[in-house]
């Protein structure tokens, strides 16, 4: 009888319900649920509708029912440092947040006043975002103090929606490690940090990690999607899936996990959590099995999705990379990490603008748009490959792009020419895959990582990009 194991893995734009199992020693994958997702604006806040996603999770969990293929586990994913703070009640208390909502302005400074900026990286390894847990926790104690006497549990949002399916709280370590509120030596909450700051020490669950079995589903879920399955830790930071799905045989590499963002970096069995990777504004994300992710946060294909959207979808990704590559000559270019391009009204006016304040001609046609934001992409690519080899002393041969933006052959080849590396492509479904090997590996479908990842090499098509001379 086949096995099958379903990853949840929800993005800031959609979520999806992938199906795997093995055939012939490869494992297969199969969408069978997709729903919309997107933060909504309310009320001038940016917020998440947990309800909305719940209701998804379970209606496509019925779809496995209604196609007869019962997963024997499931785990979900998400993006990073959002969060639930629960009640006595195991009620939300408050709004649920979306990252991009604007509270944060000036939390970094409250926080720096309680331990300055240096001290707090190299306790944590974090690089600073205004997104970051640690700051959106300050804008609650500042703004909305009640909220924070009245939590009894802090859960980061896939393990609230775990807790929902099966009544247990855990808090998976990968995406603990996003709040900056984790040491990276002990692995587990900084709770003398947690308690400088002011917020309720009590309200952590401990860390777990991927691998971990959260629970059998609850009676009343079990009666609703028609089955029961256990329910598994994965690395529920999506990147910490992604990166487990680098399909790394031997040796090592350098990757990006592209998609809204585009997190570049490498693995590390240590933090760096030295001045030279603060300066550079490099983190260190855990990742399965206590590796660290040192990579950096880069804007990624979100300029390019909002651009898309600002002219009304008219235009595919492929269809915007073919007119990108004829304005290839347009000579202007802009810091994609900017703070400017984090949430515009308009981000053709942002980029637009952002020329402007550099005294660079500004774009005017779609193609022009295209090829300022995919070189400017590959450019910041290219100098943080240079950080990357100067902070770890090691020279990288390759760089494995792996998630959606894999397949943006455009951006691969200038990626390719920008970093003077090869340039290896896939999976595009790195997250779900990464998810699904976590289960794997619980459920001694493969020994280890590194035979996981032997499997994924030869599951999925990988593409190879040279540096054009």
């Given at each position: 009888m086949q096995k099958y194991y379903l990853a949840v893995d929800i993005g800031a734009s959609s979520g999806r319900h992938m199906l795997s199992y093995m055939q012939d020693g490869k494992m297969q994958l199969e969408e069978v649920y997709r729903f919309e997702n997107g933060m909504k604006q309310a009320d001038g806040k940016l917020l998440w509708d947990v309800k909305h996603l719940f209701r998804e999770i379970v209606n496509g969990m019925k779809r496995c029912q209604e196609i007869g293929k019962i997963p024997c586990s499931m785990s979900i994913d998400t993006w990073a440092v959002d969060y639930v703070l629960l009640d006595e009640n195991d009620e939300v208390l408050g709004d649920t947040y979306g990252y991009r909502d604007s509270r944060t302005a000036g939390m970094d400074q409250k926080v720096y006043e309680i331990i300055p900026e240096n001290e707090l990286y190299a306790r944590t390894g974090i690089q600073k975002q205004m997104f970051n847990t640690i700051y959106q926790l300050m804008a609650v104690k500042e703004r909305e103090p009640e909220l924070l006497k009245k939590a009894k549990t802090f859960l980061m949002l896939p393990d609230y929606f775990q807790f929902l399916l099966t009544g247990n709280k855990f808090n998976e370590y990968t995406n603990a490690t996003s709040t900056q509120l984790v040491n990276p030596a002990t692995k587990q909450w900084d709770r003398e940090l947690i308690t400088m700051l002011g917020y309720p020490e009590a309200i952590f669950p401990s860390i777990s990690l991927p691998g971990t079995e959260v629970g059998n589903l609850k009676p009343e879920i079990q009666k609703e999607v028609g089955f029961d399955c256990k329910v598994i830790l994965c690395a529920s930071h999506d990147t910490g899936s992604a990166v487990m799905a680098m399909p790394v045989v031997e040796g090592d590499g350098l990757y990006i996990s592209s998609g809204t963002w585009s997190l570049m970096g490498v693995e590390l069995p240590d933090a760096r959590c030295d001045e030279d990777s603060r300066r550079a504004n490099f983190t260190n994300e855990g990742g399965y099995d206590y590796r660290f992710r040192y990579l950096k946060n880069i804007m990624g294909l979100w300029m390019i999705q909002s651009v898309r959207h600002e002219l009304n979808d008219a235009y595919s990704f492929a269809k915007l990379c073919e007119m990108a590559e004829e304005e290839k000559a347009f000579p202007s270019r802009v810091d994609v990490n900017d703070d400017c391009f984090l949430a515009p009204e308009n981000m053709?006016?942002?980029?637009?603008?952002?020329?402007?304040?550099?005294?660079?001609?500004?774009?005017?046609?779609?193609?022009?748009?295209a090829t300022v934001i995919y070189q400017s992409l590959a450019d910041c690519y290219g100098k943080t490959v240079l950080e990357i080899e100067r902070n770890t002393d090691h020279i990288y041969s390759g760089i494995?792009?792996?998630?959606?933006?894999?397949?943006?052959?455009?951006?691969?080849?200038?990626?390719a020419n920008a970093t003077g590396k090869t340039v290896y492509t896939g999976p595009s479904e790195a997250t779900a895959i990464g998810n699904i090997m976590a289960q794997m590996i619980e459920d001694h479908v493969f020994e280890d990582l590194k035979a996981a990842r032997a499997c994924v090499y030869h599951s999925f098509d990988i593409k190879v990009f040279e540096p054009e001379k």
């Open positions: 053709m006016d942002a980029i637009v603008d952002y020329c402007k304040k550099t005294n660079q001609t500004a774009p005017q046609t779609v193609g022009e748009f494995h792009i792996i998630g959606g933006g894999s397949n943006a052959a455009y951006l691969n080849q200038l990626t």
